[in-house]
């Protein structure tokens, strides 16, 4: 048995119904000495590429040796598979549908992904429309107790991936990418990261980066409070990722930006 294991949950169920509740009673059911730490339960319902995001951002901020479950989940009862991914410091477990598709590109090396078979870890009857609670919660309470992963079933090669957009460099000077995620205060997260700016900065340390999207062009703020006149302004946000603001406001309904909506990055002097 792991030594104060720790599990984390991450769905779309919103905090209104007793989902995330059944969940949790299920782990502590099994084993009593799991941590359970809730992610988020606001993801936007069936929203598997957000939930993508979310995990691939947060799963590093907890203890080696977690359990993360993830239940966006549109196509529970169905046929597609659940699974555990391992890698060398983090369990993942959920379905099959590309939820994991930033873990899989991150941690290609010591990858490996079962599809989960062995319902003696699951509860004793499953439900069509709840796989968080019958399989999802009960496998993951049982791998903190000590079950071998391949105990779960057997290793797969053809897990579904997502495709996220990645970033291009149109000019030498230019990098362009796009709005992947709108967070509750309004602020536009890029796929844009404070290593690609490096590769313009490389040019010209000293140089002025510029930020463009929507026809609006603003500038690299280092903190919030320095865009003190409700403009649009840029920041490299606490997971790395370039995000456009409004201090105090909401960038997103201001200036009418949404996911997929292009940012271009240009060094100008």
Same mark, same amino acid.
């Given at each position: 048995?792991?030594?104060?294991?720790?599990?984390?949950?991450?769905?779309?169920?919103?905090?209104?119904?007793?989902?995330?509740?059944?969940?949790?009673?299920?782990?502590?059911?099994?084993?009593?000495?799991?941590?359970?730490?809730?992610?988020?339960?606001?993801?936007?319902?069936?929203?598997?590429?957000?939930?993508?995001?979310?995990?691939?951002?947060?799963?590093?901020?907890?203890?080696?040796?977690?359990?993360?479950?993830?239940?966006?989940?549109?196509?529970?009862?169905?046929?597609?598979?659940?699974?555990?991914?391992?890698?060398?410091?983090?369990?993942?477990?959920?379905?099959?549908?590309?939820?994991?598709?930033?873990?899989?590109?991150?941690?290609?090396?010591?990858?490996?992904?079962?599809?989960?078979?062995?319902?003696? !870890?699951?509860?004793?009857?499953?439900?069509?429309?709840?796989?968080?609670?019958?399989?999802?919660?009960?496998?993951?309470?049982?791998?903190?107790?000590?079950?071998?992963?391949?105990?779960?079933?057997?290793?797969?090669?053809?897990?579904?991936?997502?495709?996220?957009?990645?970033?291009?460099?149109?000019?030498?000077?230019?990098?362009?990418?796009?709005?992947?995620?709108?967070?509750?205060?309004?602020?536009?997260?890029?796929?844009?990261?404070?290593?690609?700016?490096?590769?313009?900065?490389?040019?010209?340390?000293?140089?002025?980066?510029?930020?463009?999207?929507?026809?609006?062009?603003?500038?690299?703020?280092?903190?919030?409070?320095?865009?003190?006149?409700?403009?649009? !302004?840029?920041?490299?946000?606490?997971?790395?990722?370039?995000?456009?603001?409004?201090?105090?406001?909401?960038?997103?309904?201001?200036?009418?930006?949404?996911?997929?909506?292009?940012?271009?990055?240009?060094?100008?002097?």
């Amino acid at each position: 048995m792991q030594s104060n294991p720790v599990i984390t949950l991450t769905s779309d169920f919103g905090y209104k119904d007793p989902f995330v509740g059944m969940m949790k009673g299920v782990i502590s059911s099994i084993n009593p000495l799991a941590k359970v730490i809730d992610i988020t339960h606001g993801i936007s319902p069936q929203n598997i590429k957000e939930a993508a995001l979310t995990i691939g951002t947060s799963y590093t901020f907890f203890p080696a040796k977690t359990v993360h479950i993830v239940v966006v989940d549109p196509g529970v009862g169905s046929s597609r598979r659940p699974i555990l991914v391992v890698t060398d410091q983090y369990y993942f477990i959920g379905p099959d549908n590309g939820v994991f598709s930033l873990i899989y590109s991150t941690q290609k090396e010591t990858l490996e992904v079962i599809h989960m078979t062995a319902e003696h !870890y699951f509860m004793s009857h499953i439900g069509p429309t709840f796989h968080g609670r019958d399989i999802f919660a009960p496998a993951a309470a049982w791998r903190t107790k000590g079950i071998e992963p391949l105990n779960f079933g057997e290793m797969i090669t053809d897990y579904v991936t997502i495709p996220f957009p990645s970033v291009s460099s149109p000019s030498a000077t230019t990098l362009q990418g796009e709005i992947i995620y709108i967070d509750r205060f309004g602020n536009a997260i890029t796929n844009i990261k404070a290593a690609d700016l490096d590769s313009l900065y490389s040019i010209r340390p000293e140089a002025t980066l510029k930020v463009a999207t929507n026809r609006k062009q603003t500038e690299i703020k280092t903190y919030y409070a320095q865009g003190t006149d409700k403009g649009l !302004y840029a920041i490299i946000n606490s997971s790395g990722y370039l995000e456009l603001f409004v201090y105090s406001g909401n960038a997103a309904s201001s200036f009418g930006i949404k996911v997929g909506d292009v940012v271009e990055v240009t060094l100008v002097k």
